[in-house]
């Protein structure tokens, strides 16, 4: 049995779903893919139902009510791969910005010794393709906010293309995970950093969408601002 499940949040990914499915199970390494769907009305469910006919060991759909954040996608998605028993457990866009070939590469990284492998755009220096430079120069200067704010050294705080060995979730406690876009991307690494866990960053290339919606927004990138304040806040009060 594969130790790796790759947990691919999703709405309204039809474009690009069957592809990013394929490219994972085509790798060297096994591993196992989770979908944890939000009622995409495109019919994103429907398509993993019938890719399921063709890896009905390796696929697997949760299928949620409604759109719900991805902070809370995620949080489902870990909750069920504790559940099964997985020992490596994958954060991973299905948009392909992220490559899925770097899936064994992070694994790598966490069977060698990382308890937090991040598949990062800023470790060495600047590695983002087709973002335009306001976005480019945002997410790079939110990295050193955080870093400021939170003390921890993270190249790449907002990454969203993450392994975890299993007892990092089992140690945090997902059920105060708070935030929902950027933000909970920082608060899962802030949580693993407090814990002392040991953190790696593996450089990768972000390759900006070419099918699909970005699902970035104003309320995304405020809760990121003002959710890094606020982890520190609860940290000094112990409320984290």
Known sequence: MAKGVVIIPTYNEIENIESIV??????????????VDD??????SEKVLELQKD????????????KAGLGT?????????????FEYIFEMDADFSHNPADLERLYHACVEGADMAIGSRYITGVNVVNWPLSRVLL?????????????????????GFVCYKR?????????????????????MKYRTF??????????????DRTKGQSKMSNSIIKEAIFGVISLRIRKMLNRL
């Open 22 to 35: 394929n490219a994972v199970f085509s790798l060297t390494t096994p591993f196992h893919v989770l979908i």
């Open 139 to 159: 997410s790079y200067f939110a990295s050193i906010y955080v870093n400021l704010i939170t003390g921890m050294k993270i190249h790449d705080t907002t990454a």
């Open 167 to 187: 007892n990092v979730l089992e140690t945090i406690s997902l059920d105060r995970i708070k935030f929902i876009g950027y933000a909970f991307q920082i608060e």
């Open 194 to 207: 407090l814990k002392h866990f040991k953190i790696v960053e593996v450089p990768i290339i972000f390759t």
């Open 55 to 66: 890896f009905p060991e390796q696929l697997h759909l949760e299928k949620r009510q409604k």
């Open 39 to 44: 009622n995409s009305p495109d019919g994103t």
């Open 73 to 85: 996608a995620y949080v489902h998605g870990f909750k069920w791969a504790l559940e099964h028993q």
